[in-house]
C-alpha cells in the first residue's frame, strides 16, 4: 500500500440495532479523510448508530481524520448509539490521547471487547480480574533485608513498589506524561517493574488515570 492510500472494509451484517465494524487500513489524512467519511455518513443514513473503527491497520490519523469521528459522534448518541474506536498502535494512541480525544471517545485493544461494551459487558475485565491480570504480568522488584547485628537497629528495607502504587506515583510527579513515556519510568528505578505498552494502558484505565485531566487531579489533591 502505498503512502496516502487507504483500504476501508466494513462487516455490517445484521438489522440497524446490530454492531458495524469498519476495518482501516493505510494512513487517514487530508487525501484520505474523504473515503472513510463517505463510509461513516452512509452507516448513519442507514441508521446504524453502533459503530466500532478497527484502526489496527492505521499508522497515521491527521486532524482530518480525528474530526470525522468527532463531527459525528454528537448525531450518533442523540440516537442511543457510539462511535468505538478498537486496536489503535502505539504511535495513534498517544496522538489520541494528547489531543485528549479520550475524553470523548472509547478505546479498547481489541474488536471482540469493543463488542462487548455494546452489549453492556463493560469496557474491560471486571476490576477483581484486571486486577489479578495485572499482578500476572508484573515483575515484582526483589526485596532485600540487612542482616540484623547484636546491638545495632536493623536497616530499613527496600520499599515495595506494586504496578498501581508506582503508576500513582509517576502520575503525581508529572501527570503530563504520555502511556509511552509513563511505562519507560516505570521500568527505571526505583520502580523497576517491567509492563508491555497495552498493560500500562489498562492498567491506567484501571486506576482511572486514563487521561492527562484525571493524572493531573491526581497531582493536585497530593
Known amino acids: 500500500m502505498k503512502v496516502d492510500e487507504i483500504k476501508i472494509s466494513l462487516d455490517a451484517s445484521g438489522g440497524t440495532g446490530s454492531v458495524a465494524v469498519v476495518r482501516v487500513d493505510g494512513v487517514v489524512d487530508t487525501m484520505t479523510a474523504g473515503e472513510l ?29 480525528w474530526g470525522i469521528f468527532i463531527s459525528n459522534i454528537r448525531e450518533i448518541r442523540q440516537n442511543r448509539g457510539d462511535i468505538k474506536l478498537a486496536q489503535m498502535i502505539p504511535s495513534v494512541y498517544e496522538i489520541f490521547e494528547l489531543l485528549e480525544f479520550d475524553s470523548i471517545l472509547s478505546a479498547f485493544d ?54 498501581d502504587t508506582a503508576l500513582r506515583d509517576i502520575c503525581k510527579h508529572d501527570p ?38 484525571r493524572r493531573f487531579a491526581l497531582s493536585r489533591q497530593s
Open 176 to 213: 503530563f506524561l504520555s502511556t509511552g513515556d509513563i511505562r519507560r519510568a516505570l521500568a527505571e528505578s526505583p520502580y523497576d517493574i517491567e509492563l508491555g505498552w497495552w498493560s500500562t494502558w489498562r492498567a491506567l484505565r484501571t486506576l482511572d488515570l486514563g487521561s492527562k485531566k
Open 110 to 163: 481489541s474488536v471482540e471487547k469493543a463488542r462487548m461494551d455494546f452489549r453492556g459487558s463493560g469496557e474491560s475485565q471486571p476490576a477483581a480480574d484486571a486486577i489479578a491480570v495485572l499482578q500476572a504480568e508484573t515483575v515484582a522488584p526483589p526485596t532485600f533485608e540487612e542482616p540484623v547485628v547484636p546491638g545495632h537497629a536493623p536497616m530499613p528495607t527496600r520499599r515495595e513498589w506494586t504496578a
Open 37 to 65: 467519511e463517505k463510509v461513516m455518513n452512509s452507516l448513519i443514513d442507514q441508521k446504524r448508530y453502533n459503530i466500532i473503527v478497527d484502526l489496527g491497520g492505521v499508522d497515521y490519523i491527521s486532524s482530518a481524520g
